[in-house]
């Protein structure tokens, strides 16, 4: 079973600074995605790598796919009070299940 | 547009008591339904995933089940729920044509007293 290690675990940081958050594997992802859950909802959808060394941006969230696709990262510049969430990585073990890495707790404070 | 319906939001159960939670998908048709768990602040854990009627995958051996009696209905149910089943449950479906994007319900918070 493929385990996704997403680090770190907790990040603090105060409103206006960059941050970046990291997913990792022990093997390689077929795609991979990302997901921002608020406290009591259900996670949402931000974007998905497919291709190895891939960058997507999604306005101040910069997504970065590892050239051998055995990692991800997301980057967020000049962060906001509204970027706090839980950050999960996923990604597809086979064309049904989807996995969850165990998450990044982002408090950015104002 | 697609829609998920999960319910309830919330729910107190006493232990040894029956669970049924519901999940319903509105706009697509066969779907692939998930149903996960999550502990606070943490990420979640697949419990079962069906691709069809009457299908079901679980991936983990526990004190629940799952239905899927129509194509965008998905039940997660218990016999006599444990303290350990308390936790935030929530549904989701996915297209399951070319890698999977999934689409969460509200959830449920379980509370097992």
């Known amino acids: 079973t493929q385990l996704l290690e997403q680090s770190p675990q907790f990040l603090s940081i105060q409103e206006g600074e960059n941050l970046t958050v990291y997913c990792n594997s022990s093997?390689?992802?077929?795609?991979l995605q990302w997901y921002r859950q608020e406290p009591g909802e259900g996670p949402v959808l931000l974007v998905t790598?497919?291709?190895?060394?891939e960058v997507k941006k999604l306005k101040r969230l910069t997504f970065q796919f590892g050239d051998a696709r055995k990692d991800s990262s997301l980057h967020i510049t000049a962060a906001q009070p509204g970027d706090t969430g839980l950050y999960l990585c996923?990604?597809?073990?086979?064309?049904?299940?989807?996995?969850f890495g165990a998450g990044t707790t982002v408090t950015v404070r104002a | 547009s697609q829609t998920i319906h999960q319910w309830p939001a919330t729910l107190v159960q006493p232990v040894g008591s029956p669970l049924s939670l519901e999940c319903t998908v509105e706009?697509?048709?066969?779907?692939?339904l998930y149903w996960y768990r999550q502990a606070a602040g943490r990420g979640l854990q697949l419990l079962f995933y069906?691709?069809?009627?009457?299908?079901i995958s679980s991936e983990v051996p526990q004190n629940l089940s799952a239905s899927r009696p129509q194509d965008r209905q998905f039940i997660l149910s218990s016999k006599k729920l444990l303290l350990s089943d308390s936790g935030f449950y929530l549904c989701?479906?996915?297209?399951?044509?070319?890698?999977?994007?999934?689409?969460f319900g509200q959830g449920t918070r379980l509370t097992v007293v």
């Open positions: 790598v497919v291709t190895g060394g």
């Open positions: 706009g697509t048709s066969n779907p692939n």
């Open positions: 093997s390689v992802f077929s795609s």
């Open positions: 069906s691709v069809g009627i009457g299908q």
């Open positions: 996923a990604e597809n073990p086979n064309d049904y299940k989807l996995s």
């Open positions: 989701a479906w996915a297209t399951g044509t070319g890698y999977t994007e999934a689409f």
